[in-house]
C-alpha cells in the first residue's frame, strides 16, 4: 500500500486483534481466529468455505479445474 504508514498498519492490525479476528504471534505472523469477522471488517464479499483455504494454503482440498 503505497503511501501507508507502519503505525496506520499496526494500529489497524490491533484493532482487528482486539476484535477477536486475528491473533497477533509475532511481528512477523498472525493467525486468523475468526475468517468470517475478518470478512466482514474487511468490507469485502468473500467466500469464507473452509475448502477454498484450504485449498489456497496447499491443504487437504483439491480443487477440481
Given at each position: 500500500?503505497p ?9 489497524a ?28 471488517e ?8 473452509i ?12 480443487r477440481?479445474?
Amino acid at each position: 500500500m503505497p503511501g501507508t504508514r507502519q503505525e496506520s498498519i499496526s494500529r489497524a492490525f490491533h484493532a482487528l486483534a482486539d476484535a477477536g479476528a486475528i491473533a497477533l504471534k509475532t511481528p512477523y505472523l498472525v493467525e486468523i481466529r475468526d475468517i468470517d469477522l475478518l470478512a466482514e471488517e474487511s468490507g469485502e464479499d468473500y467466500p469464507t468455505d473452509i475448502e477454498v483455504f484450504e485449498t489456497l494454503a496447499g491443504g487437504a482440498g483439491e480443487r477440481d479445474d
